[in-house]
């Protein structure tokens, strides 16, 4: 009877002793940073610049909704979210549809089709200094992305009543070049459980000639800026 009662105690201590196995968040994996569902939206000010030789710079602004309207299944198993765009110039105008995309996201990486171009805009899981191609699905040459926590410079840079949600971003860094002559700036900021947050795509040539090199005249460029405003769920 002793022996019995020593042996289950010996198994009963072995298995308290076992390390806990906890299966990985979804935020540790990286998967709630693209949240996608239909029916939810998010709604963004831009402002769109563009530089040329002989004109003074034009500036757009005006908002963009983003709005998961559809679901449908991909190859696999995996299921194809539509993106239905709307802009409109001022909040008391009606929104208009500016363009249809698509997104897909498996456990591997989430990706966007823009106007018909495939880009892996991240992948999974999350890891430090995690680097892959950007256009890993399409025909264009390779393009570096690399994740990245987001920088104090850049909270301080986004301008939005949302900003407090940035304690809890990542920024996937797709260029950033920077020179006398030019500047190629690209990145996206995503938020946990909000997804894209702050785009900023910065390219400009600048005066190379004797009398204004080094001084960031611009010849020619663009500067687009698109900040999230609001998110949520249509009712």
């Known amino acids: 009877m002793l022996r019995s009662f020593l042996w289950v105690t010996v198994v009963w201590l072995l298995y308290a002793c076992e390390p806990e196995t906890i299966a990985p968040s979804s935020t540790q994996l990286g998967f709630s940073y693209f949240p996608i569902e239909v029916g939810s939206f998010r709604e963004y000010t831009v402002q769109d610049i563009s530089y040329g030789l ?7 602004r005006y908002f963009l909704r983003e709005v998961v309207a559809d679901s449908f299944p991909g190859q696999g198993r995996e299921i194809v979210y539509r993106l239905e765009r709307f802009s409109r110039f001022s909040s008391d105008q009606a929104w208009v549809l500016d363009s249809v995309w698509t997104a897909r ?71 950033d070049v920077s020179s006398l002559v030019s500047d190629s700036i690209f990145l996206e900021t995503y938020v946990d459980n909000v997804g894209l947050f702050y785009k900023k795509s910065v390219s400009m040539d600048y005066c190379a000639e004797e009398d204004c090199f080094g001084q960031f005249t611009i010849d020619f460029g663009r500067d687009y800026r698109q900040t999230l405003t609001a998110y949520g769920k249509i009712n």
């Open 54 to 60: 002989l004109n003074e710079p034009d500036t757009q």
């Open 105 to 175: 996201v498996n456990t591997q990486r989430a990706v966007v089709v823009e106007n018909n171009i495939p880009l892996v805009k991240l992948v999974f899981p999350f890891t430090n200094a995690l680097v892959w191609d950007g256009n890993a699905l399409n025909s264009r040459s390779v393009d570096r992305y690399e994740l990245q926590t987001t920088p104090e410079t850049l909270s301080e840079e986004i301008e939005s009543s949302l900003d407090t949600l940035l304690n809890q971003s990542i920024t996937v860094v797709q260029s």
